[in-house]
C-alpha cells in the first residue's frame, strides 16, 4: 500500500542492497541488520531503535512483491520529488509541482487539476493499477493507511520423548527474535507444527504483533513408540512364562510398572492392553499397548538342555509352519 513519503525514501540504501537484491539476499540482509539494532540487543538506545524502525519500514515494502513494484515505478518518476496533496497546485507543493510538466497540455501550457481528466482518482489508478478511489482502502494510492501487523517468524525446537507427551513451557529463540518461553502442548508429534498466536514480531506502528510457527521434532524413545495416542512396546517373555502362564511387570512411560497376567498358551506377538497409559491429550487418552515377544534362552545348561529334549519327545508329532507352507503353495 503506497505512502507520499515513498518519494523521499529510498529503501534499497537503507538496506545497503542494490536495487535487483533477491527475495533471498533482502531476507538475509535484513535479518542480519534486525538483530545488529534490534532494541533488545541495544536498550536505551534511541539512535538504535530509530535504526530498527528504518529498516523494518523498508523490509516491510521491499519484501513485499507488490508494494516493492509501486515503490519501484514512484521512484522512477525522480529521487527528491516533494510530497503532494489532493487540494491542487496550491497545497503542500501542489499536483502540478509533483509531476512538474508532465501533463502539460501540448503547446499551451495548461496543466491538469484534479477536476480534469477524471481527477486524481483515474491518473493514479491508470498509474498504479488500483481500481478504488484515490486514498481509499480498495487498492488505489493511499496517503496513508492504518496499522500493520508484525512480521511472522519461525522456530524449531527438538524435545525429548517425555517431554512431547507430557507437554512443558520451554524457552527459545526465532530467527531474528527475541529469546521467549512458549507453552508445548502435551501429546506433540514429531514433524508438527504449533502455531502461537501474538508470539511474532512487534508491529512498529501499534498494529498487532505477528506469529510464530514452531516446527518440533521429537527425539526416539529406547523402548516406547507413538501409534497415534496409543503407546508401544515389547515385552519379552519366556518359554515357561508363555506356555504356562504368569504374571508379568511392565515398563510405563516415566512411571511405575503395571502388572498384567500372561495367559498359559500365549503366543508370541500377543498384544497386552493396559487401560489409558498412553499419551493424553484434549482429545482423549490412549493406552498403552505391550506385544509379547518369546525370549529364547541363549545359553543351556547340559541338565536344561536334556529336559528340553524329553519335552520335545513327549509333545505331538506336529508342524507348525505346515499351515504357513500350504498357503504359500496355493498362492
Known amino acids: 500500500m503506497a505512502s507520499q513519503d515513498w518519494f523521499d525514501k529510498d529503501f534499497y540504501a537503507v538496506l545497503g542492497v542494490s536495487k535487483d537484491v533477491s527475495e533471498a539476499d ?39 512483491p507488490e508494494q516493492r513494484q509501486e515503490y519501484d515505478q514512484m521512484r522512477a518518476m525522480g529521487p527528491g520529488r516533494p510530497r503532494f496533496t489532493s487540494g491542487g497546485s496550491g497545497q503542500g507543493g501542489g499536483f502540478d509541482d509533483v509531476f512538474g510538466g508532465m501533463f502539460n497540455q501540448q503547446g499551451g501550457g495548461q496543466r491538469y487539476s484534479s477536476q480534469q481528466a477524471g481527477g486524481f482518482d483515474d491518473i493514479f489508478s491508470n498509474l498504479f493499477g488500483g481500481g478504488g478511489n484515490f486514498g481509499q482502502a480498495s487498492g488505489g494510492f493511499r496517503g496513508q493507511g492504518g496499522p500493520t501487523k508484525g512480521r511472522d517468524l519461525s522456530a524449531t525446537t527438538t524435545l525429548d520423548f517425555l517431554t512431547a507427551i507430557r507437554g512443558e513451557t520451554i524457552r527459545l529463540q526465532p530467527e531474528g527474535g ?24 512487534p508491529s512498529m506502528d501499534g498494529g498487532a504483533p505477528g506469529d510464530l510457527t514452531l516446527t518440533v521434532t521429537v527425539r526416539k524413545h ?25 504374571t508379568i511387570e511392565v515398563p510405563t512411560l516415566g512411571g511405575d510398572p503395571v502388572k498384567l497376567r500372561v495367559a498359559p498358551g500365549t503366543p508370541s506377538g500377543r498384544v497386552l492392553r493396559v487401560k489409558g497409559r498412553g499419551v493424553e491429550t484434549a482429545k ?10 518369546i525370549a529364547v534362552p541363549a545359553h543351556l545348561s547340559s541338565e536344561a538342555k536334556e529336559a528340553l529334549e524329553a519335552f520335545a519327545k513327549l509333545q505331538p508329532d506336529e508342524n507348525p509352519r505346515a499351515e504357513l507352507i500350504a498357503k504359500a503353495k496355493a498362492d
Open 284 to 293: 482423549g487418552t490412549g493406552d498403552l499397548l505391550a506385544s509379547v515377544v
Open 178 to 201: 527475541k529469546p521467549m518461553s512458549v507453552k508445548i502442548p502435551a501429546g506433540v508429534n514429531d514433524g508438527q507444527k504449533i502455531r502461537l498466536k501474538g508470539k511474532g514480531e
Open 26 to 64: 533482502l531476507k538475509k540482509t535484513y535479518r542480519k541488520l534486525a538483530r545488529k539494532y534490534h532494541p533488545d540487543s541495544n536498550p536505551g538506545d534511541p539512535a538504535a531503535e530509530a535504526k530498527f524502525k528504518e529498516i523494518s519500514e523498508a523490509n516491510s515494502v521491499l519484501s513485499d
Open 222 to 246: 529406547p523402548i516406547f513408540e507413538r501409534d497415534g495416542i496409543n503407546l508401544r512396546v515389547d515385552v519379552p517373555v519366556t518359554f515357561t512364562e508363555a506356555a504356562l502362564g504368569a
